[in-house]
Structures are given as C-alpha cells and as structure tokens.
C-alpha cells in the first residue's frame, strides 16, 4: 500500500518480473478513494479500480508484458460538525480557530479515519446572539425596568444579564433623557376672577403652582409650567347693608377704586340723574341695589347693598313736665320720626282713669297741640297720669303707642 496522502498521483513503473517469461503478472493493492494510480499508461481510481496494462516489451525476450490491475479503494471519511455556540465563545478545530466571525469550514485530517485515509471534517457553527444594546430616549422624570431594575435619568446607563439556558443575554443598557420643558405662566385677573389649568382652578385663594402637562412639550414629553397669576386693585362700593325705619331717607353713595366705563344699576338707580351727587331716598320697604362696573380692560365688578325698612317708627313722649315751665317744655306732646304724618287720636287720663284731654288729628312734633296740664281751666295736681294713642304712618298704616308720665311743679 502506499502512503495515503490527499488527492496522490501514484506513478507505477514495472520492471522485469518473475512473471516476465510469461508476460502476465497481476498487480493489487488499496488506496484511498481520493488518490489516483497511474500504472503503465493508464489511470485509476475509485471510479476505475481495475483494468488491463499492456506495457509493449517491457518484459524479458522484448516480448510485451500484461499487468492485470486489481485495486481497492477505501473511502476518505467525511463528518459534519454542526454546533451552536454562544457568542464570544471559540472553538478549535483541527488547529483552526472558528468564532462569530468565522463559522464555516473544512478540516482535512491525514490518516484521521481508521482505515488510514484522511478525514474530512465540515465545520458549519451557529453562534448564539448573547451581546444585546438597548438605546431608548426617555423623558426626564420618566422610568424604565429592565431585568427588574429600573433605569431613569439619574441612572441611565447599566449591565443586564438576563438567563437563557446556555446561553445568557447580556444587554448594554443606555438611555438618553429629554429634559422636561419648563415655562412660567404669568396672568393678570380681574377680581373674582379665575383660570383652570390642567384641571385646577387659581384664583384669589390659589394664585401660584406647578402644572405637569402630559405631552405637551414639543419633544413629545411631560411639560412643566410655573403658574403665577395676580389680580388688579380694581373695587367698587356701594355701603354697609344697613336698617332704617320707615319714613327715613337713606342716601346711596357709591364709591370706585377704578375708571368706569360702564354703569348698570339693577333695579333703575334711585337717581337716574348723572347730575345728583347722591342717591338719596326714602324707601316704604325693604329693597336692594346693584351695581354693575365695567372697566377699560373688561373688568366687571359688582356690589350691592341692602336696606331693610322696619316699620318700628320712632315716638318720643317726654316722662316728665312741668306747665309751670317755658313753651314748648311746659307742654305734653308726641314727637315722631318722618315716618309719622298724622296722630289720629291721642288722649291723657288720671290715674283713676278719668279722661283729661280727648285730640283728634293733630300732627306730631308740635308743641301747641300738646296738654297744658289742665282739665276744665283747672290745674291739675302734680301726679302720674297715662296717655294713649293712635298714629298713621306715611304709608296709610296705622300703629299705637301708650305710656305714663310724671306732672310736676
């Protein structure tokens, strides 16, 4: 047999043999099915393995010679090698380094198989992806979980390595923050007034915050806004809510912190005059006013005021007096607010009742109605006596109003 080696040209030369006389030999041996032998002439291999050589007088006498060629080839053993990997990892194969980056081949192995012919390995590996790189753009104030950590802006860049089997996954980690955009709202209102942002409402009891907008910036993310609003020193003023009696005059006067425009009195201004310098009335029941203001800028500020009319009119009947005295203190009468217009009866009586003093319609407030202590041109004696009355209003209502004084000398 000769010696194995890959793709071998094997050139056989026949000399005289003991065979010779007879001009016939036979030549036999083993190759691999990868050589080739030439004998003679001729060639053979795996696919022509035996045949007949003339060699023309090659034997002794000068006569030709026969060689009969009987060969055997064995054939070159061929293997695949499949096999995945991890990536990073290296496998050598017959003194060759494959990796991610070199995964195919063919390894040629002399004298590798066990009939001594060379062996043919096919290396075909598949490499596992194992290095992963993770880019996001996030939102500062934003959050991501990865392998059960969280990344954010403060902490935005990392290693994972996540368990697959054989193989684990390790992932690079790297995010990029977007600021949050950040702008301050600054508003002026009008008293009373109000804004709603991002559903919260400022006004004069809630006049600064901070609003987080979702999606509002212009890079896609969360915007942050500064509210500050403030009011302006606008005021209108029409009066302390206040009671009078009945047949009093009240005078409305009303007051602006501001330059109106626009004036709406509900109901009708006691005054429609723009000429009076006041309102001034004398209300028979409780009423109420408002003002409407309007301002340059649009502001509209209103206020109101409102008058209760009692009708407990005010009657004064002095407790003591003396007819000894100077007019009008020597006399007895009812004094009455602007209310009373007319005393329809008023009478005085001893205190045993009997009637001194009987006056019918007088007017209150005058002293030359009054009693002059006197009954039937007779000086009556310092005493208590008693007074009784009917008053009419200046609405036509009519009231009483009794009492006890003191005559004295």
Same mark, same amino acid.
């Given at each position: ?45 795996? $696919? ?56 195919? /081949? ?19 590996? &598949? ?157 028979? &029941? $409780? ?72 006056? &019918? ?15 039937? /041109? ?23 109003? $009794? ?7």
């Amino acid at each position: 047999m000769f010696p194995n080696t890959l793709n071998t040209f094997i050139l056989l030369l026949f000399a005289t043999t003991a065979f010779a006389q007879q001009g016939h030999s036979t030549y036999r041996d083993t190759f691999c099915n990868n050589q080739t032998v030439l004998v003679g002439n001729q060639i053979f291999n795996s $696919s022509n393995p035996t045949g007949t050589v003339i060699l023309l007088g090659a034997a002794v006498g000068g006569i030709d010679s026969v060689i009969h060629v009987e060969l055997m080839f064995n054939p070159v053993m061929e293997a695949t090698l499949n096999q995945t990997l991890c990536e990073g990892d290296t496998l050598w194969v017959n003194g060759t380094v494959y990796h991610a980056g070199f995964y195919l /081949g063919e390894e040629f192995i002399e004298s590798g198989s066990v009939n001594g012919c060379d062996s043919l390995i096919h290396v075909n590996l &598949k490499f596992r992806k194992v290095f992963y790189d993770f880019q996001q753009v996030i939102c500062e104030g934003d959050s991501i979980s990865i392998n059960g950590h969280v990344y954010s802006a403060f902490h935005r860049e990392g290693t994972e390595v996540v368990p697959n089997g054989v193989c684990d996954s390790i992932i690079q980690v790297k995010l990029t923050a977007l600021p949050i955009p950040f702008s301050i709202l600054k508003d002026t209102l009008c008293p009373g007034g109000s804004i709603v942002i991002n559903g919260n409402t400022y006004d004069e009891k809630n006049r600064i915050g901070f609003e987080l907008l979702p999606n509002a910036g212009s890079n896609g993310c969360d915007s942050l806004v500064q509210v500050n609003v403030s009011f302006r020193e606008l005021w209108v003023y029409l009066g302390e809510d206040t009671e009078i009696i009945k047949g009093d005059e009240i005078c409305i006067q009303e007051l602006y912190g501001m330059n109106p425009v626009s004036l709406v009195w509900s109901p009708t201004a006691p005054c429609p005059d723009s000429s009076c310098l006041s309102q001034c009335i004398i209300p028979l &029941k $409780s009423l109420s006013f408002t003002l409407t203001a309007t301002d340059s800028t649009g502001c509209v500020l209103k206020d109101d005021i409102r008058i209760r009319v009692s009708s407990k009119n005010r009657v004064y009947a002095p407790t003591v007096f003396n007819p000894d005295n100077n007019f009008p203190n020597n006399r007895f009468f009812l004094g009455a607010d602007h209310g009373v217009r007319l005393i329809r009866r008023i009478f005085i009586a001893d205190r045993w009742g009997e009637l001194l003093y009987d006056v &019918k319609d007088i007017f209150p407030n005058y002293p030359d109605s009054g009693w002059d202590g006197t009954y039937r /041109g007779q000086v009556m004696h310092p005493g208590a006596y008693m007074f009784w009355a009917e008053l009419e209003r200046i609405d036509g209502t009519t009231f009483i109003e $009794s009492g006890s004084f003191s005559l004295v000398r």
